[in-house]
DNA sequence: TTGTAGGCGTTATCAG
DNA sequence: CTGATAACGCCTACAA
């Protein structure tokens, strides 16, 4: 009843600009202008051609569009493959907030894996390349390089999400990592505790020496030395987060002078470890203090609720795809803006004062 | 060094096969053929050919292949907005399987949002119509439809997951919602739990019809007396989860003849659920054992550990997007198969025997 | 084995 | 205000 594709076509592609045309007895560049530019057309032309156009179901091929504009109106975004597991709903919320704003601008989001083989590197150059997309969000990860081409080189407009990349003059949106560790290491210190537990994923990457600078220059600020900060962890990837909080566990057990408070970066990491001390004996906050870095809504519901510095996602998301949409708008590319959306520490119950 | 776009060419938008050609001498259907059909050129000649196009950093247009091909290698995923929340981390995962499944079928994965708002649903048409994608996924959605235009009628290969839509005659990728809250429920029945709570969202969806049927399949089958399921929620949708959770505790607080056992439609429920009757100060599992759905990782660091049937999600991506590259493979469309990857239940300390 | 020519569906330019 | 025509970049008969 809507859709007149010819007879029954089989394989018909549905209808044309070329059958709209025909049905409506005027030319295809008319029925291209009354579709993009209504007013350019006389209203009575105009009014037979929609009229044409909704009968057979219409709908212009966005490929045909895209070769003759040439360009397209899709976005990649550029997922670490780490980040897919875990209960902070990091990326959902990054997503949706990114898709709802892009959407709203008329570009549609398509998603890159990057995970730790060269098929996907290429695969993510092929379409920074091939003109397939018409600008990238890159999310928390490094720049994509199969060893003939790297995604540094690329023409397309790029921002950075989580990641500081402005140095390499990619507009970033990222949380202040460091000044809220720092907060959080303050607070705890204000609580009375001097003696620290650090767990963290990948020591060294960027996330990570945010993070543990701000611990320490907290310390410093309190003249706390820094051998009261006892790293956990650091070898494995925030994918295995819970395992990297289990093991801290393990050992925190074998610490002779035992930490009275922990700052975690993840809050699988958080859980592991609460759940994994607590069957040790320990009880939290009285022993052992904790606050975590993310700060997923499930934090609220942990035993017992758990202290965090709540990462801003949807704003992130949302002002870095409005970046990229203005990025792409006023046909820029470099700039090495930074946008930083504060993280907020948030505390519950699994702080006190140490006993 | 490796790029040579011209002088800097400003919006020059990379090599062309043209430029490849021009620069080993030959013409560009030699050039398209040495890519595409590599023994079907003299070797001398496509050694050049790749010399070229290695020196000139050529990657092909996609948008102009899939134009001449009358067929784009992206694929849309239809998402729910209302799954992008909560702690169970169904969406990334299945996600993350999905695409690398993709990937290395050479397609990419584009995310249409379904939202509640019709610009979501005419977007989500206008691809499906547009040519613009090659294959859909539906994840656990209805099907959209713009009032005049339906999701239903388009030429599309599509394959809906979760949700089982074979009946429409789309091949579904499903989990046994009804067996594995059927096995859930009488676990507990075996415990010696009479009196459930049952808490769900958006009552009379397929996914409540399915889990409610499974527990009454078990009341049923135990002769226990339909009444002694007590309904809580039902009223708004996943996304609110947490919410859900509480509330219900709030209920069962009001409640004459305590249920010994809750069975949770989800995770998030579930931890809302315990955290808010341990306030209440009800002991998990002494006084009552509770069992959820989705059962994301973080289930086994939630006190106590929470039991709960885990859904295979990142099977369920795979089989779904294999399928679909099948269909698109074997050009077909149709066929009401259904696929069901069965969900385990998960047994951990939230469970025990009522005192 | 290689080259020539035409077309995929749309839009922009230029006449009429 | 409308119509013919030429691209967009690639691929594939078909011809050489």
Redesign the interface.
């Known amino acids: 009843m ?2 007149n594709k010819a007879i029954s076509g089989e394989e018909g ?2 209808p044309l600009m070329a059958d709209v045309a025909r049905l409506a007895g005027v030319a295809i560049s008319t029925v291209s202008r009354a579709l993009a530019t209504p007013d350019r057309v006389n209203a009575k032309t105009r009014e037979k051609i929609m009229r044409s156009a ?1 009968q057979l ?1 219409y ?6 569009s ?2 003759r504009a ?1 360009k ?1 109106n ?1 976005i990649m975004i550029i997922l670490p ?1 780490s ?5 902070s ?1 990091v ?3 990054i ?2 907030s990114i ?2 704003t892009l ?2 601008n008329g570009y ?6 990057l ?1 730790r083989d060269e ?2 590197e290429r ?1 993510i ?3 920074a ?4 997309v018409r600008g990238a969000l890159i999310f928390s990860s490094d720049l994509p390089d199969d060893g ?3 995604f540094a ?1 690329t ?1 397309l407009p790029v921002v950075s999400i989580l990641r500081d990349l402005s140095g390499l003059s990619f507009p970033s949106v990222v949380t202040n990592d460091r000044a809220a560790m720092r907060e959080a290491t303050e607070k705890l210190i204000g609580l009375g505790h001097q003696r620290f537990l650090y767990i963290t994923a990948e020591q060294g990457n960027y996330h990570d020496r945010e993070r543990y600078g701000g611990v320490v220059d907290a310390m410093e600020t309190a003249s706390l030395p820094k051998e009261n900060i006892v790293l956990s962890g650091g070898a494995l990837s925030y994918q295995e987060g ?1 395992r990297i ?1 289990t093991e801290a566990a393990d050992h925190f057990a074998t610490l002779a002078e035992k930490p009275t408070a922990v700052l975690a970066t993840s809050d ?1 990491m958080a ?2 470890f ?2 994994a001390v ?1 069957q040790q004996g320990w009880r939290i906050p009285e022993d052992i203090s904790i606050i975590s870095f993310d700060g ?3 934090c ?4 017992p ?1 758990l202290s965090a510095i709540e990462q801003p996602v949807e704003a992130m998301g949302r002002a870095a795809a409005e970046l990229l949409v203005d990025l792409i708008e006023r046909n820029e590319r470099a700039s090495g803006q930074r946008v930083v959306i504060p993280s907020r520490l948030i505390c519950r119950e699994s702080i006190a004062a140490p006993s």
């Open positions: 809507k859709k592609n549905g909704r179901g709908t212009p091929n966005a490929i045909a895209s070769l040439g397209s899709l493959g980040l897919f597991y875990g209960m709903q990326i959902p919320q997503l949706h898709n709802t959407a709203r549609h989001l398509m998603i890159a894996n995970d098929t996907s695969h150059l092929n379409l390349f091939g003109s397939a003939s081409r790297s080189d023409a819970f909080g699988d859980v592991s609460m759940s607590r997923s809504p499930a609220a519901f942990c035993f609720p």
